[in-house]
């Protein structure tokens, strides 16, 4: 029932909606740009492993820094290297575009998750993370298959990485709106006698 709930839940469901696309999508896209099918699964690769091992720099990140802006900072790389990947057109700049997605997608998740227990405490932390997580999943599901259909009906995939990657920049955008919740009258009452 709060902004704040909404703010994390639609900024998360941008940038991994963003990654499932991506990873569905992608050997496909570099197929198309002459890559070879054993080659093209080696940005997938990096990207994942790129996640990984950011995974662990965004969770420091966020335990010395305001999380909000450490999910920012990663949501923009995660935007600006999703959009770098309408100049790719051959092995090296499909790594750099995985790295700059992996930095970007792993760096901003622990942020993120963790945003949910500072913000709601951990008493009901698995409810809201499973009811926040839910246009996550949602968007998951839908935006991998309308960009099977875009690619059908126009034999590219550029309309769509354009729409991925200025979604995650509009996620970062969202991210500066979020303030803490208040707590209903009734429990700030009690926690301030």
Not at 40 to 60: D, E, S, Y
Not at 87 to 99: E, H, I
Request: glycine fraction near 12%.
């Amino acid at each position: 029932r709060t902004k704040a709930f909404w703010i994390i839940s639609i900024t998360h469901a941008c940038s991994a909606t963003v990654f499932s696309a991506m990873t569905v999508h992608l050997v496909p896209f570099l197929t198309d740009q002459g890559l070879s099918l054993t080659t093209a699964g080696f940005p997938v690769l990096v990207m994942a492993l790129t996640a990984g091992v950011f995974q662990l720099v965004g969770g420091w990140m966020g335990d010395r820094m305001d999380k909000r802006y450490v999910v920012i900072g990663f949501m923009i790389v995660h935007g600006f290297g999703t959009l770098f990947i309408l100049l790719v057109n051959r092995l090296s700049m499909a790594l750099t575009f995985a790295v700059l997605s992996g930095i970007g997608h792993g760096g901003r998740g622990p942020a993120t998750a963790s945003m949910r227990g500072d913000y709601f405490g951990r008493k009901s932390f698995g409810t809201i993370f499973g009811l926040s997580a839910l246009p996550m999943n949602l968007g998951s599901i839908v935006v991998p298959l309308l960009m099977g259909v875009a690619f059908d009906l126009t034999n590219s995939y550029r309309a769509s990485f354009l729409a991925l990657g200025l979604l995650i920049l509009a996620g970062a955008i969202l991210m500066l709106f979020l303030r803490p919740p208040q707590p209903p009258p009734g429990i700030r009452r009690t926690l301030e006698s």
